[in-house]
Nanobody, 126 residues
Framework: QVQLVESGGGLVQAGGSLRLSCVAS????????MGWFRQAPGKERKFVAA????????GYADSAKGRFTISRDNAKNTVYLQMNSLSPEDTAVYYC???????????????????WGQGTQVTVSS
């Protein structure tokens, strides 16, 4: 079993940056695909970014491309999401998730992940 704990959220002005972290427990972390999702109030949980087991394969939602960067440090059992040029539309609870290795297309789907963190709030003011 894998436990995920996110941190790094907070309040930031438009144009600012935040770096989210997700620390995973368990020995299986290194072999899992890791993803970041976000959910705004009243909205569906949506894909943001994903990274494969070796950290070399990444994918991003169109809304994140060019602004967000996902990375991982398997030695620290941690995945990161660097968010730059934030806008109010990025305001949401951000969740990290892990799942068995999957294709890039599969990695975009909420239902493809086995474990989820508790979420961390990101609020971007105008």
């Amino acid at each position: 079993q894998v436990q995920l704990v996110e941190s790094g959220g907070g309040l930031v002005q438009a144009g600012g940056s935040l770096r989210l972290s997700c620390v995973a427990s368990g020995r299986t972390f290194s072999m899992y695909t890791m993803g970041w999702f976000r959910q705004a109030p009243g909205k569906e949980r949506k894909f943001v970014a994903a990274i494969n087991w070796d950290g070399r394969g990444t994918g991003y939602a169109d809304s994140a491309k060019g602004r967000f960067t996902i990375s991982r440090d398997n030695a620290k059992n941690t995945v990161y999401l660097q968010m730059n040029s934030l806008s109010p539309e990025d305001t949401a609870v951000y969740y990290c998730a892990s799942g068995r290795p999957m294709t890039p297309a599969q990695a975009m789907g909420v239902m493809k992940y086995d474990y989820w963190g508790q979420g961390t709030q990101v609020t971007v003011s105008s």
